[in-house]
């Protein structure tokens, strides 16, 4: 059993930056993919970044700028980071990890105001 728990969401002015936390409990293998994926109001969920156990991180062509995702498995966490915030960026933003499933964390709220 894997339990996520994302943290670092808030208020943030447009310009300011982001950085959200990932971290988990239980088994996490390095081999496995992890991500994170986001949730606007009356939208569908969209991922934003993912990263392989050896670090390759690919991002979405849809997410607007540029987001920098990193993990640390000894620590069992990953990170999510961007500066320059819009107010396009506001949204859940989850962590993930798959195996033979996908588990979510419960989701952080980030807003940010113009």
């Known amino acids: 059993q894997v339990n996520l728990v994302e943290s670092g969401g808030g208020l943030v002015q447009a310009g300011g930056s982001l950085t959200l936390s990932c971290t988990a409990s239980g088994v996490i293998f390095s081999s496995n993919t992890m991500g994170w994926s986001r949730q606007a109001p009356g939208k569908q969920r969209e991922l934003v970044a993912t990263?392989?156990?050896?670090?390759?991180?690919n991002y979405a062509d849809s997410v607007t700028g540029r987001f920098t995702v990193s993990r640390e498995d000894a620590r069992k966490t990953m990170t999510l980071q961007r500066n320059n915030l819009k107010p396009e960026h506001s949204a859940v933003y989850y962590c993930?990890?798959?195996?033979?499933?996908?588990?979510w964390g419960q989701g952080t709220q980030v807003s940010v105001s113009s």
């Open positions: 990263i392989t156990g050896s670090g390759k991180a």
């Open positions: 993930w990890y798959s195996t033979w499933r996908d588990y």
